[in-house]
């Protein structure tokens, strides 16, 4: 298989595969948004919360706010040493202390490490009125979107590769250019084209408006689209997902051997 980087922008990354096929493809796909550890808070001690919101929903809300870490740094609560007790190597904590009248949004969490917070400051959590005030602290550890959906890493999609081929007259090839509602066809010589193939998204109203035009999915060339919604990197999302599926597939022939 070969992988080749279409674009990168911040938290999202295109790239397309070949030589390879949709079940390789699905695999991948599902391993990112619910294999890869992320951060989140997982439970909140709460001392003081005279707000609007309850302390469930206080805490479900801290529970969503997505949190940048180093992936290298930390690990599993069932995998440290301290055995689930808690410490730095599982675990961080976030205090908020904050009194109203105030707008209390992700950057008033105070970390007990300084490399990890919240990927925006400005998360609004809880609007404090005039002598209302919240006072708590907020317990982030490593878990998998299998388990809560606050720990999905990212948003994964794919596409089959289009290819589109003319045999008609000019006319029929400009007829399907101003079919296509997304803008992606165009003449070169005479010839029909896909300005950009990852825009396509099949929808073949380029044939219906013209004779001899004609527009395939290439299953062995597949466009990948991962967009990060946790503190992860797009490019780590999809080296650890890979990682996470050699390692799926070197337990099962373990398994297989066994028999």
Same mark, same amino acid.
């Given at each position: 298989?070969?992988?080749?980087?279409?674009?990168?922008?911040?938290?999202?990354?295109?790239?397309?595969?070949?030589?390879?096929?949709?079940?390789?493809?699905?695999?991948?796909?599902?391993?990112?948004?619910?294999? %890869?550890? @992320?951060?989140?808070?997982?439970?909140? $001690?709460?001392?003081?919360?005279?707000? #609007?919101?309850?302390?469930? *929903? =206080?805490?479900?809300?801290?529970?969503?706010?997505?949190?940048?870490?180093?992936?290298?740094?930390?690990?599993?609560?069932?995998?440290?040493?301290?055995?689930?007790?808690?410490?730095?190597?599982?675990?961080?904590?976030?205090?908020?202390?904050?009194?109203?009248?105030?707008?209390?949004?992700?950057?008033?969490?105070?970390?007990?490490?300084?490399?990890?917070?919240?990927?925006?400051?400005?998360?609004?959590?809880?609007?404090?009125?005039?002598?209302?005030?919240?006072?708590?602290?907020?317990?982030?550890?490593?878990?998998?979107?299998?388990?809560?959906?606050?720990?999905?890493?990212?948003?994964?999609?794919?596409?089959?590769?289009? %290819?589109? @081929?003319?045999?008609?007259?000019?006319? $029929?090839?400009?007829?399907?250019?101003? #079919?296509?509602?997304?803008? *992606? =066809?165009?003449?070169?010589?005479?010839?029909?084209?896909?300005?950009?193939?990852?825009?396509?998204?099949?929808?073949?109203?380029?044939?219906?408006?013209?004779?001899?035009?004609?527009?395939?999915?290439?299953?062995?060339?597949?466009?990948?689209?991962?967009?990060?919604?946790?503190?992860?990197?797009?490019?780590?999302?999809?080296?650890?997902?890979?990682?996470?599926?050699?390692?799926?597939?070197?337990?099962?022939?373990?398994?297989?051997?066994?028999?």
């Amino acid at each position: 298989m070969r992988v080749k980087v279409l674009s990168k922008k911040g938290a999202k990354l295109e790239m397309l595969l070949e030589e390879t096929d949709p079940a390789f493809a699905n695999s991948l796909r599902r391993i990112m948004m619910s294999d %890869v550890p @992320t951060m989140a808070v997982q439970w909140s $001690d709460i001392h003081e919360n005279n707000s #609007a919101l309850f302390d469930e *929903v =206080l805490s479900h809300r801290l529970g969503l706010i997505p949190i940048r870490f180093d992936p290298k740094k930390f690990v599993p609560t069932e995998e440290c040493t301290c055995k689930g007790k808690g410490c730095p190597a599982c675990q961080v904590v976030f205090i908020l202390d904050k009194k109203g009248p105030a707008l209390v949004v992700s950057g008033d969490l105070v970390s007990t490490d300084k490399k990890v917070a919240p990927t925006d400051p400005n998360i609004s959590i809880v609007d404090l009125l005039e002598g209302q005030s919240v006072k708590l602290e907020a317990v982030a550890r490593l878990g998998i979107g299998k388990t809560h959906a606050k720990h999905h890493a990212a948003n994964a999609s794919f596409q089959f590769y289009p %290819v589109i @081929t003319a045999k008609g007259s000019k006319t $029929d090839m400009q007829n399907a250019i101003r #079919a296509c509602p997304k803008g *992606v =066809l165009a003449l070169k010589g005479n010839k029909i084209m896909l300005k950009d193939p990852a825009k396509c998204d099949l929808c073949r109203s380029c044939m219906e408006h013209s004779k001899g035009v004609e527009l395939k999915a290439d299953e062995s060339r597949i466009i990948f689209k991962v967009e990060s919604i946790s503190g992860l990197d797009p490019d780590y999302i999809v080296d650890k997902a890979v990682e996470i599926l050699q390692g799926k597939a070197e337990d099962f022939r373990k398994k297989i051997e066994r028999i």
